[in-house]
């Protein structure tokens, strides 16, 4: 895999022009290899405050049809940033980390717990076991709840997916909405216009 600076050119103006129309602080611009890693192309981006990068793959500049369709993949990402998606992710997920830790100490702690399975010590085995059975369905019920909250975000923008499936098997297996929820919410406005 390898990383080389966006060749200058119409697609660098481009990208450069719309990060800078979202003071997006874009310092530095590669292309890499994406073949080798899978056909699903797309573009990411890294670094902290001012210091930002943008990653684009190959492939995404081979399957799109012109410039526009290319940076319109990447003002989806960019949007992603713009609305503090990102961030919220990242907090979200310390915070779910801390409160799991919370939830093992409790269920390590409660003598009650222990002895409603039968147990009259409290092994450390056993502890992670009854942690595992009681916080699982917990477990269910809040990756549902982020799917809900990144599928919302997906809402906020565009974005490229595929397949027709059943809303609520949707709903609870895909963190982005399939193609033709999608659409159905492009033309959305329309039809409260109409
Ligand atoms: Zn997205």
Known sequence: MCLMRLPDGEL????????????????????????????????????????????????LIQQCKDEEEIVAVIAH???????????????????LSFSQFGGYTLVRNSKDLFQ??????????????????????????????LNLVSRAFEFQEENLSAMNTDPWYSAYHYSHPPLVERLAAIDEPDKKTD
């Open 12 to 59: 660098r103006l481009k990208i450069e022009k719309l990060a800078s129309s979202l003071q997006f602080p874009l310092n530095k611009l590669f292309v890499v290899d994406g073949s080798t890693r899978s056909s699903h192309s797309n573009a990411y981006m890294y670094g902290f405050c001012k210091n930002k990068r943008i990653v684009l793959y190959d492939t």
């Open 77 to 95: 990402e960019l949007g992603h940033w713009k609305l503090n998606h990102t961030m919220f992710t990242f907090v979200a997920v310390q915070i």
């Open 116 to 145: 409603s399975f039968g147990f009259d010590t409290q092994p450390v085995l056993i502890g992670l076991f009854l942690f595992q059975h009681t916080v699982m369905p917990l477990q269910r019920v809040v990756s549902f709840a």
